[in-house]
C-alpha cells in the first residue's frame, strides 16, 4: 500500500517536473530529485530508469555525489518567498518589555 503511494506520487511529481521544463513557475530540479525519492522507496524499474534519463537522470546523479542542487533549492524557496510576501523577507527585531521590580 505505502510503496504504491510512493509510485503515485513519483509519477505525478516526475509530470509536474515534465511541465516544469516548460514553465518557469515550476520548480524542475527539486521535482525532480523528490520523484527520484519516491522511485526509490517504491520501484527499482523506476528509480533505475530515470537514472538513465537523459533529461533527468544527469540531475541526480549530480545531487547524488555533490549535493551541488542544495543551494539552488533554497535559493529558490527564498526566491519564492520573496516574491509571495516581501515584508516577511526583512530582519524584524522582537522587543519584549519585561517590569523591573524595585529592590528593597
Known sequence: MVRSIFLIYGILSLILAFIGIFL???PTVPLVLLSSFFFSKSSRRFHSWLLRNRTFGPIIKDWEETKSELLYL?????????????????????????PISSAK
Request: no cysteine; charged share 15%; glycine share 0%.
Open 24 to 26: 518557469p513557475v515550476l
Open 74 to 98: 533554497f535559493a529558490h524557496l527564498a526566491a519564492r518567498k520573496a516574491l509571495v510576501s516581501p515584508n516577511k523577507m526583512l530582519p524584524t527585531i522582537s522587543v519584549k518589555f519585561v
